[in-house]
């Protein structure tokens, strides 16, 4: 029973994020991945594990589209078919290579051990791995830096015009 | 029959094929960003499932909740980024961007 819906949601992720690749419309891309999201946050809440799910769920089904919406909103949908730089069969190649070397490399997976770890994600990350949260820390402040400094309604512009006209 | 966790390595390796896939064909900044999150994606799956596999599952989620910040960050600053460029040169397509001089 688990295997159905296991293979259901599966399924369903990779049919979304094909569509997501390959639909021109950037609006519906930006839907499919949305769906890509809730589909991959019930497969990691099957998985055990809830909180990386509920996260998933919420950054990635909910900001990250909003952010991707926002940002077509601004720049607008520009919905030409342009060729790609690389040929697709050689596109195709080097990836079938790649998942190739992959699946030989993972195939087939080993079932869980038995001695599952007691400890949960709040003691691992705020005792065992502090550093990651850090981490997480720096990359949120840069990430806000960063948005602000290139959002910033075109300041430096102004100033070369104003020392232009000077 | 197929077992539920050799589905998701399934599920995993496909998303990777996809995102892998479109990275390399897609010239629209908006629409790269949009096939580096699929590719994220799988990467956090994987992690996940190994965390699971090897008995450290709550590893395996620091990581992922790892992983998903910084991509978010990532998407932030990279759609700020694309704003700005969709605003300077008046397009979004990479080879007529690197092409420009500004």
């Not at chain 1, 369903?12 to 946050?41: D, H």
């Not at chain 1, 809830?50 to 720049?75: F, I, K, N, P, W």
């Not at chain 2, 479109?22 to 956090?44: D, E, F, H, P």
Request: proline content about 2%; charged content about 10%.
């Amino acid at each position: 029973m688990m295997s159905v819906i296991y293979l259901i949601l599966g399924i369903g992720a990779i049919i979304c994020a094909y569509r997501a690749m390959v639909t021109q419309r950037l609006l519906s891309s930006i839907l499919f991945l949305a769906c890509v999201s809730a589909l991959v946050s019930v497969v990691l809440f099957l998985l055990g594990a809830q909180q990386v799910a509920v996260v998933e769920l919420s950054v990635g089904a909910g900001l990250v589209t909003v952010l991707l919406v926002y940002a077509l909103s601004v720049v607008g949908d520009d919905a030409r078919d342009q060729i790609s730089v690389i040929s697709k069969p050689v596109a195709l190649g080097l990836v079938a290579l790649d998942l190739l070397l992959a699946g030989v490399l993972v195939f087939p997976l080993v079932e869980p051990s038995l001695n599952v770890s007691s400890f949960s994600l709040a003691v691992v990350l705020w005792q065992q791995r502090v550093l990651d949260v850090w981490i997480q820390i720096a990359l949120i402040f840069s990430g806000v830096m960063g948005v602000l400094g290139l959002l910033s309604e075109n300041a430096g512009v102004g100033a070369k015009k104003d020392e232009v006209h000077l | 029959m197929i077992s539920p966790l050799n589905i998701v390595l399934v599920m995993i390796i496909s998303l990777l094929g996809i995102g892998l896939y479109g990275l390399l064909i897609t010239r629209n900044l908006i629409k790269m960003v949009l096939v580096l999150q699929i590719l994220v994606k799988s990467a956090m799956i994987a992690l996940v499932l190994a965390g699971k596999v090897s008995g450290n599952l709550g590893t395996g989620q620091s990581l992922a909740v790892t992983v998903i910040v910084a991509d978010t960050v990532m998407a932030v600053v990279a759609l700020a980024l694309a704003v700005q460029v969709r605003r300077y040169f008046g397009t979004l397509d990479v080879p007529e961007i690197s092409t420009l001089r500004g």
